[in-house]
Structures are given as structure tokens and as C-alpha cells.
């Protein structure tokens, strides 16, 4: 069970986009997306936004890994009242710059 807590917008944000079969940015956009939070975080003061799960760990992470993750940097947003950066950013992603879900 996660230890974060999403609001219903942010949960809004995540289920309409796994509703068209995105699980998460692939890496090019999802270091996009990490810089700018971070970015963010810096200018805030703020603690930083979780990284995107990328290759070279000890276990290479699962799709759901991934999503959870993502999960995680939509609430850290949310917590920091930066949702609509996110909103702004995914809707700019061309459909390429996704991973699809399994349907």
C-alpha cells in the first residue's frame, strides 16, 4: 500500500489517462518532467519530487513499478500545488511519449 495520498484531482489526472491505456512518460519525457518539478521544488524550497525508475537498479522495475511511481510524483505535485504543471505538461505529450498500458 503506497504511503502517499492523492487528492481527487490528482486521481482524476491519473485515471483519465490510464483510461486511454497510458501507464507512464517514456524516459525522455519523464526526465523532462522530473527536471521541471525539480526545478520547481528548488525554487520552493521544497524537499524534491521523486525520480522516475529507470534502468541500472538491482531489479529491473515492473510496469507497475513504474505507474506507482508516477502515482507518487503526481502526489508530491499535488502536495505542492503544481498539479496543473503536470496537467500542462502531459497534454503537450505527443501519444508517443507514453507507454501503454497491457488492456
Known sequence: MPSFRTSSAGRRLLVHHRLRGRAHPTFPYWERL????LEEAEKRGKTPPPAPLVHGLETE????DRMER???QVSWADR???LHRIQMF???MPASGWV???K
Not at 522530473?34 to 518539478?37: G, N, T, V
Not at 522495475?61 to 507497475?64: A, F, G, N, Q, R
Open 34 to 37: 522530473h527536471l521541471m518539478l
Open 70 to 72: 508516477l502515482d507518487e
Open 100 to 102: 501503454e498500458t497491457d
Open 61 to 64: 522495475p515492473t510496469k507497475e
Open 80 to 82: 505542492n500545488q503544481l
Open 90 to 92: 502531459f497534454d503537450a
